[in-house]
């Protein structure tokens, strides 16, 4: 499987909301394995995640500048190298020491419209 970085967030925060249907079931599955322990590859770019999204075109983000700065900033905060092998539940421990637990989730993906969602998510977890 591909993750892109600030993937590891939305997963972390996806309560079943999403861009669409397909969007929803493939994020549904992708979460069930990587919650059950299956490892992923860190992509640069789109991932297996972008693949159901209505947003990927031409297999670019519509919103690419957005998109690659949150992916920069988890890279930096979390110590992550592209084309490493990792396991979600070792990077959800590091994110809640690095991000959730120091500066929050604003200094990576403030201007996300998801935001506030996955803020209200985490306080409540
Ligand atoms: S909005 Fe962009 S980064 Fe997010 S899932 Fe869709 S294509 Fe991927």
Redesign the pocket.
Known sequence: MQI?PHHILCIGNYVGKG?SEEFTANMDGICERLKNGEPFILTKG??D??AA?P??KDGV???VEK?DRYDESVCTALGLKYGEKYVYDELERKAEERIYGSRGLSFICGDCEWHDLCDNVRKNK
């Open positions: 892109r861009y789109k991932d995640v972008c999204c947003f990927l983000c519509k919103t998109t």
